[in-house]
């Protein structure tokens, strides 16, 4: 099945400057790249996805870009503000004639410091 | 507010005990899936229903089950209850079979003590 490794598992970045997290999926028949965003003891929200025929998408401060031949996908926070501070995870999955589960990476807990 | 809803938000109970996680999803939805948040993980899929029925199976213990009902609500069942069974529960719920997203509820904090 599906795995998804996620780097760093933490990140600690200046007010202002750029964060990037990184993941590598295993099945090459992924082909929707969510991220979500959880708060302290919050839901996580959806706040960027990217399908498989595209290889880059972007939403104001919020980017992601997806390399299908290495199997990775990074996310990319610009002009980081300290709201932006939470974890962040992202998942894989595939999509075949039924939803698909999602497989999430370990999170990555960024901190902007302000 | 993702219009999912989940009950209770909180949920205090003993080792051994059996508790029953409800799970509403968006209006129109059809998909539920479960997911088990422990301290410092990550979320683990468990279950998924679609429109009442068992689509897919994660990690799920078998003193766990669930059901969907046929105004879509879900139901997990979890008995037999362990100290390691403490845990956010999360169900997300997305609208058709082709669709990609998923929204999650609130989650409920399970602790057992």
């Known amino acids: 099945g599906e795995n998804v490794e996620q780097h760093p598992s933490t990140l600690s970045v200046q007010e202002g400057d750029s964060a990037v997290i990184k993941c590598t999926y295993s099945d090459s028949a992924s082909n929707y790249f969510p991220w979500y965003k959880q708060e302290l003891g919050k839901r996580p929200q959806l706040i960027i996805d990217i399908r498989s025929n595209v290889g880059e998408k972007k939403d104001q401060r919020i980017a992601v870009t997806l390399n299908k031949t290495a199997k990775h996908f990074s996310l990319h926070i610009t002009e980081t503000q300290p709201e932006d501070s939470a974890v962040y995870f992202c998942a894989a999955t595939t999509r075949n004639s039924g939803n698909t589960p999602l497989v999430f990476g370990k999170g990555t807990r960024l901190s902007v410091i302000a | 507010d993702s219009g999912v809803t989940q009950t209770p938000k909180h949920l205090i109970t003993a080792t051994g005990q059996r508790v029953t996680l409800r799970c509403s999803p968006r209006?129109?939805?059809?998909?539920v899936y479960w997911y088990q948040q422990s301290l410092d993980q990550g979320l683990q899929f468990l279950i998924q229903?679609?429109?009442?029925?068992?689509?897919a199976k994660g990690n799920i213990l078998e003193r766990f089950s669930a059901q969907q009902f046929p105004d879509l609500h879900s139901e997990l069942n979890l008995s037999s209850l362990e100290l390691g069974d403490s845990a956010l529960y999360f169900c997300?719920?997305?609208?058709?079979?082709?669709?990609?997203?998923?929204?999650f509820g609130p989650g409920t904090r399970l602790t057992v003590t």
């Open positions: 229903y679609y429109n009442g029925e068992e689509r």
């Open positions: 209006s129109g939805d059809l998909s």
């Open positions: 997300a719920s997305s609208p058709r079979q082709s669709s990609y997203e998923q929204y």
